[in-house]
């Protein structure tokens, strides 16, 4: 799995929409979708910050899975 794949199953595993969690990164919506579909890659100080929100490693978000 890559990074977007993975941001948009630890979303929808938690119950929030991009809205929800654009708030919890004081990012827009536009930044989520954004990464949700490959098209950007979020800063590092916002991927940590997705490390937090999630509870999952910066190394899990980052690395390609199969």
Do not use: H
Not at 38 to 49: F, M, N, R, S, Y
Not at 61 to 66: D, G, Q, T, V
């Amino acid at each position: 799995m890559t990074f977007s794949e993975k941001l948009l199953t630890l979303r929808k595993a938690n119950d929030l929409t991009q809205e929800q969690l654009a708030e919890k990164l004081d990012v827009s919506r536009q930044s989520i979708s954004k990464w949700e579909s490959g098209q950007a890659t979020p800063e590092l100080e916002k991927i940590v910050a997705l490390s937090a929100v999630f509870n999952v490693t910066t190394d899990y978000l980052l690395k390609a899975s199969e």
